[in-house]
């Protein structure tokens, strides 16, 4: 299984470790997300090189490519993806949210029109469960019921209490195998202080290996998103991790670290790579631009990562433009080491005692603009 140390703390904020089978994570933590097996245009090798110590996958997709039984008998997701380090999944459950259109929530669990070829899908507590344990998980998921928001209170306490209800049927489901994984449970209610406060309540009378939360970064205000996540991981036990899932551009990770929260996820930085954003320390730079297509600077000169060391600018926005697959590598790169380093120094911030300081300064140079 898994346990969890804290190493420091400044204020509300944690550095942590997280010890599990595969190795330790050293908290707060990027996780890259790797939905198909798989982060983006990078190798494992790569993300290794990076600093990476856990990543994430997800089990819709994975449940219909491969098959967690193709996987399974190949040895498990790491060792198909050749990953040695952690993997958390995703429990399927975001996709209630994302694929709407697609999917019909009832008691039992959730059944979907696959989005690939239009076949009837359904997706249980049990089910989700027993998909993540064949894949290998080190850290699973409970399936969650997630809305979109702005929702009415009654609906956001209707899918809360439908989200306490599977957690217990998963933890019932995890009981069962051997050597399983950890599991952790997630935190729903919206941007309703009260019923965050019930349901994390709820969650913890069931009792899991951690805790998430989840249901935000789905159409609420900025403001909202952070004073959620400021007044629920204090409801959390302060010896376990906590996750906020599913978030966030660098300044909603400050602020979540800031709260006490200690592992995320996010596709922003893959995703935006690909499509020629690029974060540097003065701030995001659409590489795509005019202004770029003679300019031999490196994108970000204060960042050690191989694309700033070796390529310019003139060469990144030629290679977008161009539609090389380079790109994508070397804007990936970039991205994903400018997420793990602010965690890195958030981390170091933590355990001298001046996180507040980095954090400040960190975003009065992110805000400047200059990078435009």
């Not at 979540?256 to 499509?275: Q, S």
Request: charged share 20%; glycine share 10%.
């Amino acid at each position: 299984m898994i346990s969890f140390t804290l190493d420091a703390t400044d204020g509300a904020a944690r550095a942590g470790t997280l010890t599990t089978p595969r190795g330790a994570i050293h908290t707060p933590i990027f996780m890259p997300v790797g939905t198909l097996g798989t982060v983006k245009a990078m190798t494992p090798e790569e993300l290794v090189s990076l600093g990476a110590e856990i990543i994430l996958g997800n089990t819709y997709h994975l449940h219909l490519r491969p098959g967690e039984d193709v996987v399974a008998a190949l040895g498990g997701l790491h060792r198909f993806m050749h990953w040695e380090r952690p993997i958390l999944t995703d429990s399927g459950g975001y996709q209630i949210h994302s694929l709407a259109h697609l999917s019909r929530v009832t008691e039992e669990g959730v059944s979907f029109r696959n989005h690939l070829d239009g076949s009837s899908l359904f997706l249980g507590p049990e089910q989700a469960v027993a998909i993540q344990e064949a894949l290998g998980s080190d850290i699973l998921m409970c399936l969650d019921h997630l809305v979109a928001l702005p929702a009415e209170a009654a609906r956001l306490l209707e899918a809360l209490e439908r989200t306490t209800r599977w957690a217990a049927r998963c933890k019932a489901a995890h009981a069962q195998a051997e050597g399983a994984g950890a599991l952790f449970g997630i935190v729903q209610g919206g941007t309703d202080a009260a019923l965050r406060r019930r349901s994390a309540e709820d969650l913890q009378a069931i009792g899991f290996d951690g805790y998430a939360i989840g249901g935000l970064s789905v159409g609420e205000a900025v403001t909202a998103f952070h004073d959620t996540v400021a007044a629920t991981a204090p409801l959390l036990p302060a010896g376990q991790p906590r996750y906020l899932m599913g978030s966030g551009e660098p300044e909603d990770l400050l602020a979540a670290i800031g709260a006490g929260v200690d592992l995320f996820d996010c596709v922003l930085p893959t995703r935006n790579a690909r499509n020629g954003s690029l974060y540097t320390r003065r701030g995001k730079l659409s590489i795509k631009q005019t202004r770029y297509r003679a300019d031999p600077a490196p994108l970000d000169a204060d960042c050690p990562c191989p694309t700033c060391r070796h390529y310019s600018r003139a060469y990144l926005r030629h290679l977008f433009q161009s539609r090389e697959i380079l790109s994508m590598r070397l804007n990936t790169l970039h991205n994903l080491h400018f997420y793990l380093d602010l965690v890195r120094q958030a981390r170091a911030a933590i355990q001298a005692r001046r996180y507040a300081a980095f954090a400040r300064d960190f975003l009065a140079g992110y805000r400047s603009g200059e990078a435009e």
